[in-house]
């Protein structure tokens, strides 16, 4: 039952104690994620240059302080100079104060920059997803796509708004400490780094185990997910089948695997901080009694050795820090590289240089000798010809597959013809924009899609500049005013997710009157009476007959009554259109539309009226 695909869609960091943890997943192109993640930074070069000199600043600040606290014990301390003393401890006081004041206010522009930087990110990553075309959306899962701007673009903030400022400053400590060392005393320098590349090894291998056991949680957690996003979308059918058990014991699988590499991952990390503490306390004491060896022989006074552990105990949070960044920044770029991986993604469907806008319709519609293929090589329609007058009803039968959605999608441009041309008022629909196109058709669907907000709301997307008035009025028109008023706030009551708290026939009206407000010269119903009892029908079909009067109409049909309306049927099988002509002239040739007649829609009428008597 899980959806496996769904994996793709995971978040990006698993939040836990201890704060958002990195996926481990590394970058393909780390050095041209990072150009670009620049070119997107150049608004804020600014404010980065100052945060720069801020970190800069403060990571002085910091080496000055413990070189301060060595000159107090050799200077004052040894000579019992009190004035002295408190002069020097007023100074440690102001650096250390400086150093927090800078470091606070580098945090605070940074924080800024982050949430800048990815809601510019977010709004062009659904910018682009709209201007996207549909064969984009056919390919990727909406979750996936969710995730790249949520998940995705917020490991991007997590790393601009903290991570990229610590990495920074740890790299920019550790070199100052080591410098510091040197420059203080060079043999007891020499002594307490020579440690340092067991460090380095023992850190990386630490880090390796940790992308490892996260990348497990993540596998794990996209379909923990996947279990929950599926079986909560299809709550409906679980508790209609009464599968509830099946789908907890479901969950309880998937939540038993996450637990498990969840565990070894949290294993490692909470290891990660006693390992650098049990390394430290190892090398101050190295360091104190090589440190205490040297002052005997008078080759290092007892405030350098001072400053010398004060030197190490900060050497090794810089040195935990970079560990755990380090993840964080290459989840970070592959989160990046997702994102550009949209961003570079082409639309199939785009306005011709120089398309002007189609305007003031007739309605007449042609499809010139029309072939399409979703892939190459797999062609859907073959050779698709026919004329529509301005004004006509064109019915569009076939069995499931044959390609009459397909059609109605050409027209709609959701994508180009692979041959032969397309054309309204004898304009080449590839020659005038997209938008003024769509402008023109109003669609009902068989699944109407309803959106968060009210009744009101719902009703004018037909036309957003719709008065309160033209709302009611196409309402009216649409047979949707008397239901709605029996709601609990009339108008304005709210609409659940997609709708659920209305009737398939109740959300099929309020479709229709949205299509009314939006006046289109032409009208596509896709099995817009399907579904639904005979007595929602009646009412669906007198709104229909409104909005189909003196507009051109391509009905994909599903009921009788739409049939027999239409000035024209065709039937579509096998990629081609092989019949067409009126209903009853159809019914008298014998063809594909008589059998397809007498098997699937004769039933249909005995049980009308059987339910009418």
Do not use: C
């Not at 609409?495 to 009206?509: A, C, D």
């Amino acid at each position: 039952m899980t959806n496996q695909s769904s994996s793709n869609a995971r978040p990006r960091f698993i939040g836990g104690p201890g704060g958002s943890r990195p996926t481990g997943e590394k970058a393909k192109d780390r050095r041209g994620t990072l150009r670009r993640l620049s070119d997107y930074l150049k608004p804020y070069h600014g404010r980065l240059l100052l945060v720069s000199l801020l970190v800069v600043l403060s990571t002085i600040l910091g080496l000055v302080g413990p070189a301060l606290l060595g000159r107090a014990i050799d200077q004052y301390v040894v000579h019992h100079d009190i004035d002295g003393l408190l002069t020097i401890a007023l100074v440690m006081a102001g650096v250390y104060v400086a150093q927090g004041l800078f470091t606070a206010i580098h945090g605070i522009i940074m924080t800024r920059v982050g949430q800048h930087f990815v809601a510019d990110i977010r709004a062009a990553l659904f910018r682009h997803f709209q201007a996207l075309s549909m064969d984009y959306h056919d390919r990727h899962r909406t979750g996936d796509l969710m995730s790249r701007i949520s998940n995705d673009s917020e490991t991007i903030n997590q790393i601009l708004s903290n991570g990229l400022i610590q990495f920074t400053t740890n790299v920019l400590s550790l070199g100052g400490i080591m410098v510091a060392m040197l420059l203080l005393n060079l043999p007891l320098a020499i002594g307490t780094l020579i440690i340092l590349p067991i460090m380095l090894w023992i850190t990386r291998q630490v880090t390796e185990r940790t992308r490892v056991a996260f990348r497990g949680m993540q596998k794990n957690l996209g379909v923990l997910n996947a279990v929950m996003e599926e079986n909560i979308t299809g709550i409906r059918a679980v508790q209609a089948y009464a599968q509830e058990q099946a789908a907890i014991a479901q969950f309880q699988d998937a939540s038993h695997a996450y637990r498990k590499v969840g565990i070894r991952a949290d294993f490692i990390t909470a290891a990660l901080g006693p390992m650098f503490t049990t390394m430290m306390i190892l090398t101050v004491a190295a360091t104190a009694l090589l440190g205490g060896w040297l002052a005997l022989r008078d080759v290092v006074s007892v405030g350098v050795l001072a400053t010398f552990v004060v030197y190490i105990m900060n050497f090794f949070r810089p040195m935990r820090g970079i560990a755990m960044v380090y993840n964080q920044l290459q989840s970070a770029l592959a989160g990046a590289e997702r994102i550009f991986a949209v961003l570079d993604a082409a639309p199939t469907v785009t306005d011709e240089p120089g398309a002007q806008p189609l305007r003031d319709i007739r309605g007449a519609v042609s499809f010139d000798r029309v072939s399409f293929a979703y892939e190459p090589g797999a062609m859907v329609l073959e050779d698709i010809s026919l004329d529509v007058a301005p004004g006509a009803t064109i019915a569009l039968v076939g069995p499931t597959g044959a390609g009459k959605t397909t059609i109605i999608s050409l027209l709609s441009r959701f994508y180009d013809v692979s041959r032969g041309a397309i054309r309204i008022d004898g304009v080449d629909i590839r020659a005038v924009t997209q938008n003024s196109i769509r402008e023109q058709l109003g669609i009902v669907l068989q699944d109407t899609f309803l959106f968060s907000g009210t009744v009101m709301e719902n009703i004018r997307y037909g036309r957003l500049d719709a008065s309160d008035e033209e709302v009611i009025e196409a309402a009216q028109l649409a047979n949707a005013d008397d239901f709605i008023h029996l709601l609990p706030r009339g108008y304005q009551t709210q609409v659940s997710e997609k709708g659920h708290n209305f009737s398939q026939g109740q959300r099929q009206l309020l479709a229709i009157a949205r299509a009314i407000l939006a006046d289109p010269r032409i009208l596509i119903l896709d099995e817009a009476t399907s579904s639904v009892d005979t007595r929602t029908e009646i009412h669906i079909q007198e709104a229909l007959l409104r909005l189909l009067e003196g507009r051109t109409a391509f009905v994909i049909a599903h009921r009788l009554s739409t049939i027999r309306n239409a000035d024209q049927v065709l039937v579509v099988n096998d990629h081609r259109i092989i019949e067409r002509g009126a209903h009853d002239e159809l019914l008298a040739a014998g063809g594909f539309y008589h059998q397809l007649y007498m098997s699937q829609y004769q039933r249909l009428e005995e049980l009308v009226a059987l339910n009418s008597a």
